[in-house]
């Protein structure tokens, strides 16, 4: 699949000028000549007047042609190229000249891909991509090569299975602008001979096999949990450094130690009928004894005052 219902559409402007391209200047030679025979038979009662006008219109009728604004006319004498004509309207000699082509002179845009074909770690590969190419010499296009949009087609598809071949998938993936670059100079090498040069070339579809899509999704999924273990991991080192840090700190200042045993109680105690737990350890070194017997009739006076009810007798 190289070439596209656009190409093949353009393929006809640019076959040989088998029928005469008609236009009002032609149409007018025609009815010109004729209505003169006419008139003539009709003054001399003679009919070859009347017949020789219409021949005579058809043969004149072959001589104006009309370019498009951007169309050139190949132009060739007795088959030999004497000049590009074009664009409006110019004049060929009947039977001795002929405009063998018409060569389109806008942006053409062309499809063509490369279908199952092998990366360089022998992975196939279906690859669309479209190619923007016009023609800067019309003299090369219609001379050099016989169906110039036929061999850019063909070039470009060449040239895609070329650079798919010598390229992994992980390449092919992640480096679509550096793949369209070289592919882009390598079909304007190309076809530069033909006068056609290469404006971009844009890669729209990758497509590989649902196998091994499957693969690389399990693939890119334990790549991610593995990431994320790391950073966990490399987390729970950071924290165990700055605890390692702050005990040695504390080791030196036991004001700071208490200091932050009354931070750690506040911050337990700032929600009402919340519960902490402290190791006795923590109790014996940091003298938190104190600290949580105050923390405690605290809590328990907040708790009366809310209810409004006396507090039980101890024991």
Do not use: C
Request: no cysteine; proline share 4%.
């Amino acid at each position: 699949m190289g070439l596209k219902d656009s190409t093949r559409g353009m393929n006809r402007n640019n076959a040989p000028d088998l029928n005469v391209r008609m236009n009002v200047v032609a149409l007018a030679l025609v009815l010109l000549f004729a209505l003169a025979g006419l008139g003539a038979t009709a003054a001399t009662k003679q009919p070859a007047y009347a017949i020789g006008g219409i021949v005579l219109g058809l043969i004149l009728a072959r001589s104006p042609r009309v370019a498009k604004q951007w169309e050139r006319g190949v132009v060739l004498r007795l088959g030999k190229y004497v000049g590009l004509r074009g664009p409006g309207l110019f004049w060929i000699v009947p039977f001795i000249d002929s405009v063998s082509s018409w060569v389109d002179q806008r942006v053409i845009t062309t499809s063509f891909a490369a279908e199952e074909t092998l990366t360089s770690d022998t992975v196939p590969v279906n690859v669309d991509a479209v190619l923007f190419w016009m023609v800067f010499d019309p003299e090369k296009a219609a001379l050099e090569v016989q169906d110039y949009p036929q061999a850019v087609s063909w070039a470009a598809q060449t040239a895609l299975r070329d650079i798919i071949g010598r390229t992994s998938l992980t390449e092919l993936l992640r480096g679509r602008e550096r793949i369209e670059e070289e592919l882009q100079q390598l079909i304007d090498a190309r076809s530069n001979p033909w006068g056609v040069t290469v404006q971009s070339v844009e890669m729209r579809d990758v497509v590989i096999p649902s196998s091994l899509q499957d693969a690389m999704s399990r693939e890119a999924q334990a790549s991610r949990e593995k990431q994320a273990r790391i950073i966990l991991g490399e987390a729970e080192l950071e924290i165990a450094h700055l605890f390692d840090e702050a005990s040695r700190s504390y080791h030196n200042n036991p004001t700071a130690l208490h200091l932050r045993a009354m931070n750690m109680l506040y911050e337990g105690l700032k929600e009402k009928g919340a519960l902490m737990l402290v190791p006795s350890s923590a109790v014996e070194s940091m003298g938190m004894g104190g600290l949580l017997g105050s923390a405690a009739m605290l809590q328990q006076n907040l708790t009366e005052g809310n209810t409004g009810g006396a507090a039980p007798p101890t024991a």
